[in-house]
């Protein structure tokens, strides 16, 4: 993949054709896997991921659990074809900043005092990377643990913002990412206006950097719309009358 | 007072469901004196209180429940129970040679009460008798779904007791264990289990089941009473 | 060393029951003991693995992907390309799954794929070879379960051979003893389908393709190929416990026999014209 002559062309159109503050088509499902206790899959143009989660289940080792609250575990992790060049087997340095960014985000809106002494275990699981995946996968792992019946202050959404060719754009895809000057990844609990994930790889001016923000939850809104369609859609099938 | 939902509007974790935080009820959590839902599940008005039903829930223990287990480990003073995910429970037996008299081992499926659920685990009740569960089909369901299956005072049940012949042993967790008088009513009550399980909300589930077992065993599992 | 991983705890009463449904021919979820799970296949749904299949066999779910690069052949092959098949039980997949490096399982998964796409001679190896002795095409073969209700043997080797017989491989040209990229793709040949069944022996008694409640309490387990040939492609007797010998000869018969009808399935999903086997 080499580098575009520009990403950004006469007429404001991104290498895809988007316009800078366009997400890419995002396909949402809730409940694709059957031996987890919740599951979903989360598409952002060509950015696949699955998510799923265990629990609340026993804590091993046990001298790791808490007395008044569940551990959360999270595990990030791409599939070795996900990339251009093959992944290597076993987890990278990215990789495990990545599972604890994640982690760290998701247990600002789980209920962990609900299960004292056991553990949720979160996996996400990159099945093609193409820019965003972290905020893919906290989209994802999110409608998982609500699918797993895990008590939510709220859902978090995340995109990616970033800044190619000069301008701030919204839901950076891996050209964008690899050849503009900034990425940007953030995410939101939309429900109380507050950030729960935000990292810069790059440089921004203060001005951009407010701007990217606001550009970032102008996609989250949208995504977070779209997360309640999904998780309402697996249910929907479902009538109140025998509750 | 101002709510925001339609009467069983299904809801997601995050939704506003009303103003006044004084009437949070399960299922929800409130924040700047809103009530918010913590669950994906029916929004309702119960008892003058706001609830959200859930589609999924794990099991929350509580004395009383009968429960369905497997032995996972025997010490010198008592067992340990499985009662699944992140659950287990204790029989303390103080005395070592009561607990081998009782023949139980790892492995073994045993119907039990529970005594007690707190900062100390899971104890069960001594008393009530432990049941070794000695045949049968064990299945798990989404413990959530238990009362759908057990129905207004046994009814869903009692339907495909009736319907099948078989017996079957409800476990409060989501085991469940099914005996009956032969392998295609047996299956007969898996199918009718797994369908409650997976269309519990669904309305005219009564007449599913029903139309289902007869399909498949032709309600002639037991003679009838 | 291989670490045995934690066993499940299973329910003693399970085993008889399956064991007593088997007398009679008949099993837990309705299959006569000799039945497969439905089995579908998907291909093509990556665009940045140069091959890829989405197979489920029941609830079992496996994912296969295939990257190419362009690498230097063995020594005692210079005019050969190289596969080498990766296994992961993914921890999302099961809550018996670990995560980490593969454990002694994984890495069995692996090699049993391995072993039956080399001894059925799936590919022409010569074919991949692009300058002999210096570069040839390395095809790696990744599996990833994601969705783990029992037998993922025979499930991951589907995957592999679909990803195989869909992948688009970059075509190039030598010139002046360099590679040039053509802009160019073609599909390997394929030049026989081996597939696996899994066999799962309790008592004297034995049932296909076990589903995870039935896996879990099985006296042992095999796992045998064969190819279109009739040729015994891949054996790999799979958990701890002793075959009655007496029940090999019923075993390879309905081995052949199922391993046809998979074969049946997969070429009506998979466009795949088998290439002349020398």
């Not at chain 1, 000069?166 to 990425?183: I, R, S, T």
């Not at chain 2, 009736?162 to 005996?179: Q, S, Y």
């Not at chain 3, 190039?172 to 026989?192: A, C, H, M, W």
Request: charged residues 30%.
């Amino acid at each position: 993949m080499s580098r575009p002559e520009r990403l950004i062309d006469e007429n404001g159109r991104r290498v895809d054709g988007r316009r800078a503050d366009e997400l890419r088509p995002i396909r949402m499902e809730v409940g694709v896997l059957d031996k987890s206790d919740g599951s979903a899959y989360v598409e952002f143009g060509g950015t696949k991921v699955i998510a799923a989660v265990f629990g609340p289940r026993e804590a091993h080792p046990r001298h790791l659990a808490l007395p008044d609250r569940a551990i959360l575990n999270c595990r990030y992790h791409m599939t070795s074809f996900s990339v251009e060049e093959r992944k290597p087997l076993g987890m990278t340095r990215r990789e495990i900043e990545l599972s604890k960014v994640i982690r760290e985000a998701l247990e600002t809106v789980a209920f962990l005092e609900e299960f004292p002494r056991a553990a949720i275990d979160v996996y996400v699981e990159v099945v093609q990377a193409d820019g965003g995946t972290r905020t893919a996968g906290l989209t994802a792992a999110s409608l998982a643990l609500a699918d797993a019946g895990i008590p939510m202050a709220d859902l978090i959404a995340g995109v990616a913002v970033g800044k190619v060719d000069g301008q701030l754009v919204l839901d950076l895809c891996d050209l964008e990412d690899k050849y503009g000057e900034a990425d940007m990844p953030v995410a939101m609990a939309p429900r109380f206006n507050s950030i729960v994930m935000l990292q810069l790889n790059g440089r921004m001016t203060v001005e951009e950097f407010k701007r990217g923000l606001a550009l970032a939850k102008k996609g989250i809104d949208e995504i977070y719309r779209l997360q309640r369609e999904a998780l309402k859609k697996k249910f929907s099938k479902i009538s109140p009358e025998e509750v | 007072m101002p709510i925001y939902f339609t009467e069983h509007e299904i809801v997601v974790p995050g939704q506003l469901l009303s103003d006044n935080g004084k009437r949070s009820g399960e299922g929800t959590y409130t924040h700047g004196g809103k009530i918010y839902a913590a669950r994906i599940g029916f929004a309702s008005i119960r008892d003058n209180k706001v609830v959200v039903t859930p589609f999924k829930a794990a099991y929350k223990p509580a004395p009383g429940d009968w429960v369905v287990g497997i032995v996972s480990d025997v010490k010198p003073n008592g067992f340990e129970i499985d009662l699944g995910r992140h659950l287990k429970g204790t029989i303390r037996i103080p005395d070592r040679e009561e607990v081998i008299s009782t023949g139980l081992n790892v492995g073994d499926v045993v119907y039990v009460r529970i005594k007690e659920s707190g900062l100390s685990g899971v104890v069960i009740d001594k008393r009530s008798r432990i049941r070794r569960i000695e045949s049968g089909i064990l299945i798990q369901i989404h413990p959530a779904k238990i009362p759908r299956l057990i129905g207004r005072r046994g009814s869903m049940i009692n339907l495909i007791k009736r319907l099948t012949g078989c017996e079957i042993i409800v476990g409060k967790n989501g085991f469940i264990v099914i005996n009956g008088p032969s392998p295609e009513a047996e299956f007969a009550a898996v199918k009718a289990v797994k369908m409650i399980e997976e269309e519990a909300h669904i309305s005219g589930l009564t007449e599913r089941v029903e139309k289902l077992l007869r399909e498949l065993v032709g309600g002639a599992g037991a003679p009838s009473s | 060393m291989a670490l045995a991983p934690k066993k499940d705890l299973t329910a003693k009463i399970m085993r008889s029951k399956i064991y007593s449904l088997l007398l009679q021919d008949k099993r837990i979820d309705g299959r006569k003991p000799t039945d497969l799970r439905p089995i579908k296949i998907e291909t093509g749904l990556l665009s940045k693995a140069e091959g890829s299949a989405l197979v489920s066999m029941g609830s079992t779910k496996i994912l296969t992907g295939i990257k190419v690069e362009v690498g230097v052949p063995f020594p005692d092959r210079p005019d050969e390309g190289t596969f080498t098949v990766n296994a992961e039980l993914l921890p999302l997949a099961s809550a018996s799954f670990e995560p980490g490096p593969p454990d002694e399982r994984g890495i069995e998964l692996a090699r049993v794929v391995d072993r039956s796409l080399r001894e059925g001679r799936v590919l022409d190896l010569k074919k991949l070879c692009l300058i002999e002795g210096e570069k040839v095409y390395v095809l790696f073969i990744d599996i990833y379960v994601l969705d783990y209700d029992g037998n993922y043997f025979d499930p991951s080797l589907i995957s592999a051979l679909a990803a195989l017989a869909t992948a688009k491989l970059p075509r190039y040209d030598v010139v002046d003893g360099k590679l040039q990229k053509t802009g160019e793709y073609f599909t390997p040949e394929i030049r026989s389908l081996p597939f696996t069944v899994m066999v799962g022996v309790i008592g004297e008694k034995f049932l296909l393709d076990p589903q995870l409640e039935e896996e879990k309490v099985l006296d042992v387990s095999l796992v045998m190929g064969a190819d279109e040939k009739g040729n015994i492609t891949c054996v790999q007797k799979n958990s701890p416990g002793q075959v009655p010998l007496e029940l090999m000869d019923s075993i390879v018969d309905i081995v052949i026999e199922k391993t046809g009808e998979i074969r049946r399935k997969f070429l009506q999903e998979v466009p795949v014209k088998l290439a002349e086997s020398p």
